[in-house]
């Protein structure tokens, strides 16, 4: 069995005792909750990952893209919600032969977009399940709450679409810069959404799932009553940004990329072989701050281009070309992204090696 000293940098590697602990701690806190656990896949877009998910007991996956859907569906997933609004004939067409194959459900926020998905499933003889997504407060996309109603009326009226639910993601959590502030954000976002799905039912609408959910807000959101789905995905491998929000402690983090040293030009800087094509270029949050940091070290990646991330080299520490470091990035879901493989680590052994199936599917 190959070592991390083996492996040739950058890489990208997942400890698989933290990658267990985090995939078991949420199937639990779902099952305490009594909420189904729907993770959002595109975190790591491996399809052993999934597996592993499910093994835990999470009913299904989310994901954004069809093109990611279509990869988990043809290594056997079964259960896929796309967590994100689909538009256009040609998507239609490609998710109605997914639809053949999956227990399939998207979301849509407007009558016009989701109409563009109901002709091609009337034309054809069936019916879409969508979830109309509300917008909590992350400014993205979504109907305001107070549109929710009329969207709904609109949308059950549809030829070839079923509504199903409704579903949010309150990604303004990230900007909140206290584990108080999340907290509040993660309540507002379930009871919201619960709130809401009362309004609905109350006017006659079949509104069976309520799906709220993001990492930082998941264990607030998914503990008010009324809400029966969470769809967290940075959770499985955790990253700074984490760390800095408070949702965990470094040692939750299951994803690192090991880099090396390729020049130490100066004794204040130190520059690794890892730049915005290994680690992105997402910012830090709740505030900006550098570029990763670098495991058991005070030194952080302060800039980066596309082949090289500088180190600001800390008071007191001292790097030399050809030693290898470890760098937990702000985002780990961006940098899934980046790379066709990961390796699987158990403390210093490398247990496998996972193809990341999903990774650049966009369309
Ligand atoms: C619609 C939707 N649902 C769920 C998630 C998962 O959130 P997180 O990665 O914070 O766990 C995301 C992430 O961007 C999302 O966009």
């Known amino acids: 069995m190959p070592g991390i000293d083996d492996l040739e940098t950058p890489a990208v ?31 790591h877009k491996v399809l052993e990952v999934g597996r592993m998910q499910l093994a835990a007991g999470a009913t299904g996956l989310s994901l954004a893209k069809t093109g990611e859907a279509e990869a988990f569906a043809s290594a056997g997933f079964v259960d896929i919600f796309l967590a994100y609004p689909i538009v256009g004939a040609q998507k239609a067409r490609r998710l109605l032969a997914l639809a053949d194959r999956v227990r399939l459900r998207v979301g849509a926020d407007s009558v016009e977009g989701a109409a563009t998905l109901g002709e091609v499933f009337h034309a054809a003889g069936r019916r879409l399940d969508v979830l109309l997504k509300v917008d909590v407060g992350f400014g993205r996309v979504g109907v305001a709450p107070q549109a929710a109603l009329a969207v709904s009326r609109a949308l059950a009226e549809q030829p070839g679409l079923r509504l199903k639910g409704l579903f949010t993601h309150a990604g303004h ?3 909140r810069e206290t584990p108080g502030g999340v907290a509040d954000v ?3 976002e379930g009871e919201t959404l619960a709130a809401l799905a009362e309004a609905l039912r109350a006017d006659g609408l079949p509104i069976e799932e309520v799906s709220v959910g993001s990492t930082p807000t998941a264990r607030h959101a998914m503990a008010v009553a009324g809400v029966d789905e969470c769809r967290p995905g940075n959770y499985v491998y955790h990253d700074a940004s984490q760390v800095s929000l408070g949702t ?44 990763g940091w670098l495991l058991e070290r005070q030194s952080r990646i ?3 281009s596309e082949e090289h991330g500088v180190v600001a080299v800390a008071e007191g520490e001292a790097f030399r070309v050809g030693e290898r470091v470890r760098v937990l990035p702000n985002h780990a879901c961006v940098v899934s992204n980046l790379h066709d493989r990961v390796f699987a680590v158990r403390g210093e052994r490398v247990e496998a090696e996972w193809r990341v199936a999903a990774r650049g599917r966009v369309d």
Do not use: F, W
């Open 186 to 188: 993660g309540r507002r």
């Open 248 to 291: 965990c402690g470094i040692e939750d983090c299951a994803m690192t990329v090991l880099a090396t040293v390729i020049s130490v030009p100066a004794a204040d800087r130190a520059v690794l072989d890892a730049g915005s094509k290994t680690l992105s270029s997402d910012p830090l949050r709740p505030r900006p701050g550098g570029h």
């Open 13 to 43: 590697l997942v400890d698989l005792d933290v990658l267990e602990r985090n995939v078991a701690r949420m199937a639990e806190s779902a099952r305490r909750h009594g909420v189904r656990l729907r993770p959002h896949a595109k975190t």
């Open 302 to 304: 302060a800039r980066l």
């Open 173 to 175: 959590g990230y900007l």
